[in-house]
Nanobody
Framework: QVQLVESGGGLAQAGGSLRLSCAAS????????MGWFRQAPGKEREFVAT????????YYADSVKGRFIISRDNDKATVYLQMNRLTPEDTAVYYC????????????????????WGQGTQVTVSS
């Protein structure tokens, strides 16, 4: 089992930036594909980004592509989400999630595929 703790959320102005971190503990971090999801008030949870075991491959939702960057540091057991050019539509609770995989090419965009979740961190973007 792996425990995930997000940090770095807060209030930002439109056009600004925030960097979220998700620290993992428990099992070997490098065996987990990591993802970021978000849930806005009154909306369903949605996929934001995911990164492979090695960090060599990353995928993004169309709504954040070109603005957000997911990365990971396996030595620090941490995954990051750099969020740039924020808009009010990015306001949500952001969750990191982990899934145990054996292949670097094993990538999933569905939240139901992820077994472990953090508690979430609020991101609020003002216009």
């Amino acid at each position: 089992q792996v425990q995930l703790v997000e940090s770095g959320g807060g209030l930002a102005q439109a056009g600004g930036s925030l960097r979220l971190s998700c620290a993992a503990s428990g099992r070997t971090f490098s065996r987990y594909s990591m993802g970021w999801f978000r849930q806005a008030p009154g909306k369903e949870r949605e996929f934001v980004a995911t990164i492979s075991l090695s960090g060599g491959s990353a995928y993004y939702a169309d709504s954040v592509k070109g603005r957000f960057i997911i990365s990971r540091d396996n030595d620090k057991a941490t995954v990051y989400l750099q969020m740039n050019r924020l808009t009010p539509e990015d306001t949500a609770v952001y969750y990191c999630a982990a899934r145990s995989v054996v292949s670097d090419s094993d990538i999933m965009f569905l939240g139901s595929a992820y077994a472990y979740w953090g508690q979430g961190t609020q991101v609020t973007v003002s216009s």
